[in-house]
C-alpha cells in the first residue's frame, strides 16, 4: 500500500469540508430536497439537479445541498426546506426546476422567501 502525502491528505480534506461542515454547523444555509418515493416520481431529481448546478455555479461554500426521504405529504410533492441560519424553516411545494432556481435565487441568496410557493414557515401554515 503507497504511502499518503501531504497533498493527497489535503485533497481528502478538500472533498471532505461540505460533510464536515454539515456536522459542526458551519453553514449559513441548508436546503434539503424531499426525495422519498412520491418526491422522485413527482419530479425532485430535477429540482436536486438544477440546485447543484445553481449552487456549483455560485461558487458558495456555505450552502449545505441534501436530500431526506418523504415528509408524509405526498399531494404536495416535489419539495424542499430551506433553513437560513437564524431564522424559521421554510417548507415549499408543488415545485419543478424552475421554481427551485427562484427560491434559491430569492430566499438562498437573497435573504427574502417566496411566499408563491411556499407551504409553511416553522410550523405554522401559510393558508
Avoid: Q, W
Amino acid at each position: 500500500m503507497a504511502k499518503l502525502r501531504v497533498e493527497d491528505l489535503k485533497k481528502i480534506k478538500e472533498s471532505m469540508k461540505g460533510t464536515v461542515n454539515l456536522r459542526a454547523g458551519e453553514y449559513r444555509v441548508k436546503i434539503t430536497v424531499h426525495m422519498g418515493t412520491c418526491g422522485i416520481a413527482a419530479g425532485a431529481r430535477g429540482l436536486m439537479t438544477a440546485l447543484l448546478d445553481k449552487l456549483e455555479k455560485s461558487g458558495a461554500d456555505d450552502i449545505i445541498l441534501t436530500s431526506s426521504g418523504c415528509a408524509g405529504l405526498c399531494n404536495h410533492e416535489p419539495m424542499m426546506t430551506v433553513e437560513v441560519k437564524g431564522s424559521a424553516p421554510v417548507k415549499y411545494i408543488k415545485l419543478d426546476p424552475d421554481k427551485a432556481v427562484r427560491i434559491f435565487d430569492e430566499h438562498v441568496s437573497g435573504g427574502h422567501p417566496v411566499a408563491d410557493y411556499a407551504l409553511s414557515i416553522g410550523s405554522e401554515t401559510t393558508y
